[in-house]
């Protein structure tokens, strides 16, 4: 039966008489629109265009962020609106709180892709990083403070084992000197899972790390002389390709550089660790002019040859790690968003699963055996 | 020894299925012995993966056998607590353990002998965490393709007449909802403490490798498929056949990567 209010009294939504009725079977534009943009077949598209945004990305292996954005941005726009427009908002918490988290969540990623920084970095034992990349990319509202910093990879220790008969990589300890922008300085040990935090910065150690022989090098005329590294390719994945073109600063002519490993690195049956080599060999090739022979020098440390353009004399060998760099200062924030949506989400299905019971047929509880 | 600990529980598991598939022909109710041979099944199992994880050094999820092998028992220790509590869902072991016998074979296939590799990043909590919730994930769903599996055999004479004893398809398409939702929150998780571990791993939470996409492609499909069945209000066979495409999805994604890449994750065994 319904609740009849006693004489009098008007009923909830009746105007008293003599005050006009407010139009609420017509809903203004506005509310309307709100209405439209709320739909939950809208929701359904979104998520079909996040899918083919997902597998363009995928297949094409490009950055391609229009794909994602527009699903996302939809999403935004959807979810805002149901919140807005939907009563039912108002009487269950926990789906506010999700749709909220949501909407944080495609805002937060926005914010990310408008402010993240991914680079590549390599630096041989002892050398100090000051804010050049070998390569970057960046959102266009990253503001660059990686030349406030200051990085030097001091020495590092990378431990291998022979699992399945393969040379497998074990743990990875480097100890890095720093300089935070804000001018503290000091000593960490990263590798493995452990970053570098320095400013707003990750860096982490990669798989990309091997040999660099040490140049000094004099051009014909100049008064002091140049020290280089010529960083050759990953060891020991590319142990049969140790060898690269550099060209001398301030000379016209390239030459290769090529390192011959004389000795095991590596011990098929016991653990080994990465090292420099004590017995090696680096080959220095000068490409000759059409017609003549290439010229091919064999140098131990200490050894020179005299280029057309100066003198180079080998010093040493040392070991090189390839770093990532990434700044994505919305990190902790899309995780306490993730995790308050699906905690909401939890809770809701909890409170309208509790509702009725799991068991459609509660009487047959028992074991049954015939 | 834990090898034939596990061959025990395979037969348990054998022994379990074969009788929910003849109870199911013969229109019987073995359920206390099915639940006993399933118990069993499971404990002998735990047993075995724990002798193995100790003896190796690692748990069971660096080589395909081991994968199999976790794959099989924790949807089995999933199953066999759901099967003890919820009734309705008992008369699902004839449909659910064929595809428990396709998985013992094929694990079969693969020798238990392979000792396998750890990485080193895989020293770290988050791993048997996020593994932890994907296996709730596909665990939870395997319910659901039984339920949904009943729903679509009704359509035949023979499954109307040998499960007209369960609640109506409209019932049973409401608990299918059901553990779709909770597989849902599981497979959330499972893709945060992920992304997490990547973060800590390789310096990245996110870099579209394989598993990484399809396991989120899953994850909107999930999504897809509960939103469609509130929207529409879909049909009990609709939302049958949506359980069970996802499903097939998942387990694509957790078992078929290994096929085309040697580490479950890209760059995970690099040197």
């Known amino acids: 039966m319904p609740d009849i209010p006693p004489p009098g009294i008007p009923s909830p939504g009746i105007p008293p008489p003599g005050f006009p009725s407010p139009d609420i079977s017509k809903p203004n534009t506005v509310v309307r629109v709100l209405r439209l943009l709320a739909s939950l077949k809208l929701t359904l598209v979104l998520i079909i265009m996040l899918l083919i945004g997902i597998l363009i990305i995928y297949y094409t292996r490009t950055r391609f962020v229009w794909a994602l954005a527009i699903p996302f941005i939809g999403f935004a726009i959807n979810l805002t609106a149901t919140v807005l427009t939907n009563p039912v908002f108002r009487r269950q918490m926990a789906l506010l709180v999700f749709h909220l988290a949501l909407i944080s969540i495609a805002l937060l990623i926005a914010i990310d892709w408008l402010t993240y920084l991914k680079g590549q970095i390599e630096l041989v034992e002892g050398e100090t990083f000051s804010g050049q990349t070998l390569s970057e990319e960046s959102g266009p509202l990253h503001r660059r403070k990686l030349n406030n910093l200051q990085l030097t990879n001091e020495s590092f220790t990378i431990n291998y084992i022979i699992a399945d008969g393969q040379l497998r990589r074990a743990d990875t300890s480097n100890q890095v000197e720093w300089v935070a922008p804000d001018g503290r300085s000091g000593r960490s040990i990263i590798g493995n899972q452990e970053p570098l935090l320095l400013g707003g910065y990750r860096f982490y150690t990669t798989n990309n790390k091997g040999f660099a022989p040490i140049f000094r090098w004099r051009l014909n005329g100049a008064d002091t002389d140049k020290i280089g590294a010529v960083h050759l390719p990953s060891f020991p994945i590319q142990l049969l390709q140790q060898k690269n073109e550099w060209t001398p600063p301030g000379s016209t002519m390239p030459v290769w550089i090529l390192l011959q490993i004389e000795e095991e690195i590596f011990f098929p049956d016991k653990p080994s660790n990465l090292r420099v080599p004590d017995k090696h060999t680096v080959v220095v090739r000068l490409n000759a002019p059409q017609g003549d022979n290439d010229q091919r020098w064999e140098l131990k440390p200490g050894d020179s040859v005299r280029l057309p353009d100066g003198v180079l004399t080998y010093q040493e060998l040392r070991k090189w790690m390839g770093y990532e760099v990434s700044y994505n200062f919305t990190l902790p924030w899309l995780l306490t968003a993730s995790v308050l949506a699906v905690l909401s989400m939890g809770w809701h299905f909890w409170r309208k699963f509790a509702a009725r019971p799991w068991n459609p047929n509660s009487g047959e509880s028992k074991l049954g055996e015939s | ?271």
């Open chain 2, 1 to 271: 020894m834990e090898l034939q600990i596990l061959w025990a529980a395979l037969i348990m598991y054998v022994l379990a299925g074969s009788l929910s598939i003849i109870s199911f022909v013969m229109q019987r109710k073995p359920e206390r012995t099915i639940l006993a041979f399933l118990v069993l099944g499971v404990v002998l199992h735990t047993t075995a993966i724990a002798l193995r994880w100790e003896r190796m050094g690692h748990g069971p999820y660096i080589t395909m056998f081991e994968a199999l092998s976790s794959g099989i028992w924790n949807l089995l220790l999933v199953y066999t607590l759901v099967y003890w509590r919820i009734p309705a869902i008992r008369a699902t072991a004839a449909i659910v353990t064929p595809i428990l016998f396709l998985m013992m074979g094929w694990m079969m296939l693969f020798p238990p002998s392979e000792v396998g590799h750890k990485p080193v990043v895989y020293h770290t909590i988050w791993l048997y965490i996020h593994i932890g919730f994907a296996k709730a994930f596909i665990s939870t769903v395997f319910i659901a393709v039984g339920i949904s599996g009943i729903i679509l055999s009704r359509r035949t004479e023979y499954g109307e007449i040998r499960f007209a004893h369960l609640p109506n398809d409209s019932r049973l398409d409401d608990l299918s909802f059901r553990f779709m939702a909770v597989a849902m929150i599981f497979q959330t998780l499972m893709l945060i403490t992920g992304a997490i571990w990547a973060q800590d791993a390789w310096g990245r939470y996110w870099d579209w490798d394989p598993l990484e996409t399809w396991a989120f492609i899953t994850w909107l499909l999930v999504i897809f498929s509960l939103h469609l069945r509130h929207t529409y209000k879909t049909a009990p066979r609709t939302g049958a056949l949506l359980v069970i495409s996802v499903f097939i999805m998942a387990f694509v994604v957790f078992f078929g990567v290994p096929f085309v890449s040697t580490d479950f994750h890209q760059g995970v065994g690099r040197s």
